[in-house]
């Protein structure tokens, strides 16, 4: 049905190391964005890109960043884990403007 | 910034009885979108408001958007086991942020058979 996919699905880490969140958007879907949604959360905004660049970011710190590749797939990194990073990441396409998303399965992160 | 307030935070109900959750926005809305998530799953695409006053129907689901574009309701007839989970309102606050979705901390149905 979702024809966005993550990847891991899941994943530990250890407190201070850095990661990367692989997401494959559904094709035609030039708009990608991330999510972070701790449990039993709303998902939170952390940032935006559409067409490669980066054009809106929500309150999080520089430590989490991206990249998004002209084959619709991008990436979460984030760097100098924390134990409070511990969440679900969802990975969520558009076609832009005020559609609604499609939200991949997501990556359920682990610092310990 | 924006906040998203949703109510009730959970809600148990029986088959067949009917649920309504509430969604109320600090500030005006451009548009106001909703999400289920099942137990386990992640946010499904419901629906879209856009207009003052909107009111839309997806069988048993009914969306409305209120006047002020400030606050949404979704209300479901008669619901089912397949109704259980989470639902999300999420609002985006327009112009040059229409894309920033501020999503409340939602609702939790679940429906004894």
């Known amino acids: 049905e979702t024809g966005v996919t993550q990847s891991p699905t899941h994943l530990i880490k250890t407190r201070g190391q850095q990661v990367t969140l692989r997401c494959s958007s559904q094709?035609?879907?030039?708009?990608v964005s991330w999510y972070q949604q701790a449990l039993g959360q709303g998902p939170q905004f952390i940032f935006q890109y559409y067409r490669e660049e980066e054009n809106g970011r929500g309150n999080f710190p520089p430590r989490f960043s991206g990249l998004q590749f002209p084959n619709y797939s991008s990436e979460l990194n984030v760097n100098a884990l924390e134990l409070d990073d511990s969440a679900l990441y969802l990975c969520?396409?558009?076609?832009?403007?005020?559609?609604?998303?499609?939200f991949g399965s997501g990556t359920r992160l682990t610092v310990v | 910034g924006q906040q998203v307030m949703q109510i009730p935070q959970y809600q148990h109900v029986q088959e067949g009885e009917d649920f309504t959750t509430y969604c109320n926005s600090s500030t005006t809305l451009s548009n106001i979108q909703w999400y289920k998530q099942r137990p386990g799953g992640h946010p499904v695409f419901l629906i879209q408001?856009?207009?003052?006053?909107e009111v839309k129907k997806q069988k048993r689901l009914t969306f409305q958007f209120g006047e002020a574009k400030k606050n949404s309701s979704l209300h479901i007839t008669a619901t089912q086991t397949t109704d259980v989970g989470t639902y999300f309102c999420?609002?985006?606050?327009?112009?040059?942020?229409?894309?920033?979705?501020?999503f409340g901390k939602g609702t939790l149905l679940t429906v004894n058979p």
């Open positions: 408001l856009v207009k003052s006053g």
């Open positions: 969520a396409s558009n076609l832009g403007g005020t559609y609604g998303y499609t």
């Open positions: 999420a609002g985006s606050p327009g112009g040059g942020s229409n894309y920033k979705l501020t």
């Open positions: 094709s035609g879907h030039n708009t």
